[in-house]
């Protein structure tokens, strides 16, 4: 909450013209950087509670319990970046492809994140595995906003996701 205020205020000092590329960056940083984080950490905190170790007892199946994380932190993604846009910009985006933009590209990255604090040992090591990747995978996209097109910039999750969000904002 505290994060989505910051960014709400900040939205609400930027002039009018430069506002929608604005509050695309801003929200396209939350499901590709936040939740990436967010979920890492989650699965570090339950590997060090040892809770993954209870998984074989109870009738929640291993698909189950990543299901339920992508779809829990997906749909906190989605909203935020809703209540984002309504303070922000109102009515000037495209509700329908940013819920489905929004979701979608929480999923990817928060499977990411899952993937990456599975094979995490620890903080350190899921930071030092995380970093690169995150760059590798988020850095490139930022070159279409310059108009540089390549195509395998063009296939990146974090590039598919900020084009979705610049068209929902009509960018």
């Not at 998984?55 to 909203?79: Q, R």
Request: proline share 5%; with cysteine; glycine share 8%.
């Amino acid at each position: 909450a505290l994060i989505s205020a910051l960014y709400i205020a900040i939205l609400y000092f930027v002039p009018a013209s430069i506002k929608p590329l604005s509050t695309a960056l801003i929200i396209w940083s939350d499901p590709a950087g936040l939740g990436f984080i967010f979920i890492g950490g989650i699965i570090l905190l339950e590997k060090g509670e040892g809770l993954h170790e209870y998984l074989d007892i109870t009738p929640v199946s291993v698909n189950e319990y990543i299901t339920a994380k992508v779809i829990s932190l997906s749909l906190i993604s989605t909203l935020v970046g809703i209540v984002i846009v309504l303070f922000g910009l109102q009515d000037q985006a495209d509700y329908v492809l940013l819920i489905a933009g929004l979701a979608l590209g929480s999923a990817v990255f928060t499977l990411l994140g899952v993937s990456i604090g599975s094979a995490a040992r620890s903080v350190n090591h899921f930071l030092l595995l995380c970093i690169p990747i995150m760059l590798l995978l988020t850095g490139p996209s930022i070159f279409i906003l310059f108009s540089i097109k390549h195509p395998l910039i063009e296939l990146l999750p974090a590039t598919l996701l900020l084009r979705i969000l610049l068209d929902a904002m009509g960018q």
